[in-house]
């Protein structure tokens, strides 16, 4: 199993670039059994939606998913 | 278009200066420049054909703006910047040897951060835990999270490498999520 704090630096990068098929593959899996590892996840999107909401009418043009 | 009118501007303007602040960490600094930006716009408006595009204007003038004094202080800022290179050990406290979560560290489900958005307070903590982080570090998320700009287009202005950006960008996650737990989340409990 990989280590969890691997996993944080994968997706954080899910953020900044599209990832690897294997690093998907060994990225979801991992999540399938670790917990905290899901809710690091989930923190990740929720900072970008906060951050988002920061900017004004530019949060519709630039939405990225 | 309908005017837009003085209660207008006034949120307008506060959601202006919230952004700035947030990219800028200083207030007084955010202030003028949202004003800057108000006043290249004042005048301009009946060219507009309705408020949202008049907004949508006004927000680009400003992070233009943002844009061009992030690109000069980086330079200034660069050049006292080990946290760049360095391979800081700073979250090595929440893993065990083997890579996986302490138990008391593991990360907490946080609900539905979308209430939080309303609360005033809720982004005086988030503009602290984004001070406390160091300054290029910041920076370059700000950029990233607030400007909206894309890890290549930060590359280019800044001239650093993408790998270089995506450790910052993880170690600015790590930080941000690990102050709003303790400072906000864990409160809320």
Redesign the interface.
Known sequence: MN????M??LM??Q???PLSVSERIGLRFHLMMC???R??S???A?????????????AD??A?E | MDRFGAEDLVS?RR??V??AA?QLKDPVLAEDVVQEALAAAVGAQERFQGR?SF??WV??IL?NKLIDLMRDRWHQLRVATPEFESDEDE?DAL?RT????NPED?????GE??K??ENQEFWVI?QTCLDNLPEATARIF?M???L?LE?EEICKELRIT?SN??VV??RA??G??LC??KKWFQEEK
């Open positions: 280590s969890c704090r691997k944080t630096e954080s990068q953020l900044d670039r917990r905290g590892c809710n690091f989930r923190n990740m929720q900072l970008r939606q906060i951050f988002l909401s920061a900017r004004g009418p530019l043009e630039q990225r | 307008l959601e202006m919230r952004f947030l949202s907004r949508t927000f680009t992070k979250f893993f083997n890579g996986h979560w593991r990360p907490a489900n946080w951060p979308e939080q958005m988030l700000t990233r999270e607030v909206g890890v993408p950006c995506w960008l993880h996650r790590m941000l999520r709003l737990q």
